[in-house]
């Protein structure tokens, strides 16, 4: 039995570590943070992903995995540590060079070491090589080393490990090979072999390509509340055609990969990645699109209360990094607006039931499309809310029924009921 040594325990180190384990490796998981190695440990996930906790518990009870702060001897190094951007969105990569230099009074003749973090193109060239070169082992044929991007959607991790596809990078055909039969082992998906050069670059070009997209559905939504359009509509009818796929709009981006790595290209590519860059401008700027729009819809309302609903970053997950609707949130309450928040699936100790969210508010701002919030029962919403009003900036509440309680419905890229500048009459939108 092979041992694996993954470096980092966090969204994708943990789950792989723990998929590896089940296909039959002795895996030692490695974190720097002695809480989160403890605690998986005591067979628990500090991580929330469908399926994950039983699956740590059960690894950890049979001794399949164990985690601690230090790296230790192995065949196979996987490291998976973040990669945020600096202040100036530029690649951050102090965590993979300090992985990396933790492996080498441990790396022998005959190891593999796989980065999964995403980096900007040559970064496992000009970084990692020259790190692992001090070992005075020789590359590729003593030390293998390759790039394989982790591409998997959070809330589906575990899935979409197995059955992804996956591009291995290697540094040369022997690092490709050797990490292929690694991802083999429990891969279910093809695995592409290709230079880690590619490989980086691939990842990037993933996520930015939907990013880009979103900045489109975004961009399509403000020229739809200009021309009468209902975007939503407009987006399903063209997706219709076979050769069409656009993303839908939103507040914003978030999370720790979409809104990051295509800055990873503009750092690099500087000038040449113009479309890039405003895709990215473009997605930035939409929760202060959004504020605005809140602020028209309330001007005129004294002392407004604002009843958020979401604060993840996306639908269905309980992870709030880089959650647009924390901007907002922030930003509304910079505006003096008084803001309570209902979240089902985010920790925080400041959220609110929905209930207790809704009591009293002149407005409902939906900012993400929770399974609970899509099936919210207006008539029960109406009997809370000081002033009929609801602002769905994803496009998940159906007009007719919302209606039908009496709410006037604003929705993004869709139906404005105010104009730039214009007011909501007190007496018409209060109860
Ligand atoms: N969003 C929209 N409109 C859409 C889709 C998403 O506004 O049509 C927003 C979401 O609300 C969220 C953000 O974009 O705020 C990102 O969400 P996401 O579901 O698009 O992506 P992530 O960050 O959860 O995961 C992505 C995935 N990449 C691709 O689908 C190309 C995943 O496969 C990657 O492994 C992951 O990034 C990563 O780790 O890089």
């Not at 230090?70 to 992985?99: C, G, M, N, Q, W």
């Not at 090979?177 to 279910?188: G, P």
């Not at 970053?313 to 901007?327: G, I, T, W």
């Not at 505006?335 to 929905?354: I, N, W």
């Amino acid at each position: 039995m092979k041992k694996v040594c993954v470096i980092g325990l966090g969204y994708i180190g943990l789950p792989t570590a723990t998929i590896l384990s089940e296909s039959g490796f002795n895996v030692v998981g490695v974190d720097t943070n002695a809480a989160v190695v403890a605690k998986i440990n005591q067979g628990n996930s500090h991580i929330c992903e469908s399926n994950l906790s039983e699956k740590v518990a059960k690894a950890i009870a049979e001794g399949r995995l164990r985690a601690g702060t230090l790296p230790e001897a192995a065949d196979v190094f996987i490291i998976a540590v973040p990669t945020p951007f600096t202040a100036e969105k530029e690649a951050d990569l102090t965590a993979v060079r300090s992985a990396a230099e933790s492996l080498l009074s441990y790396l022998r003749k005959g190891n593999l070491v796989i980065l999964e973090s995403t980096v900007p193109p040559r970064t496992t060239l000009d970084l990692l090589l020259p790190i692992f070169k001090k070992t005075g082992l020789e590359i590729g044929k003593e030390l293998q080393v390759a790039f394989c991007p982790e591409r998997v959607l959070p809330g589906k991790i575990l899935e979409e490990l197995i059955f992804n596809s996956r591009v291995v990078g290697g540094v040369d055909h022997a690092s490709a090979f050797a990490a292929r039969e690694l991802y083999a082992s429990f891969v279910k998906g093809d695995i592409y072999l290709t230079d880690s050069t590619t490989a980086e670059m691939t990842k990037l070009m993933e996520n930015t390509y939907r990013d880009v997209n979103i900045a489109l559905a975004n961009e399509f939504a403000l020229i739809a509340e200009q021309s009468g359009v209902n975007i939503w509509e407009a987006i399903r009818y063209a997706n219709n055609h076979p050769r069409v796929n656009i993303h839908q709009p939103g507040p914003g981006v978030g999370g720790h990969c979409i809104a990051v790595d295509p800055w990873f290209i503009v750092e690099q590519a500087g000038s040449l990645a113009r479309l890039i860059r405003t895709a990215r401008e473009i997605n930035d700027g939409m929760p202060g699109y959004v504020v605005e729009r809140v602020q028209q819809l309330l001007s005129g309302v004294s002392s407004p209360r604002i009843a958020v609903l979401g604060m993840t970053y996306k639908a269905n997950v309980a992870d709030c990094r880089e959650s647009p609707a924390l901007e907002i949130i922030n930003l509304l309450r910079e505006k003096g607006f008084f803001v309570s928040v209902c979240d089902p699936l985010a920790q925080d100790e400041l959220l609110l039931p929905l209930e207790e969210a809704l009591a009293g508010a002149d407005l409902l701002l939906l900012l993400v499309g929770h399974h609970d919030f899509r099936s919210l029962d207006p008539l029960k919403a109406a009997k809370l809310l000081r002033r009929p009003l609801v602002f769905d900036t994803r496009g998940v509440l159906e007009r007719g029924s919302w209606e039908r309680a009496g709410f006037l419905l604003a929705t993004l890229g869709e139906f404005f009921p105010v104009q730039k500048g214009a007011t909501i009459n007190e007496n018409t939108a209060a109860h």
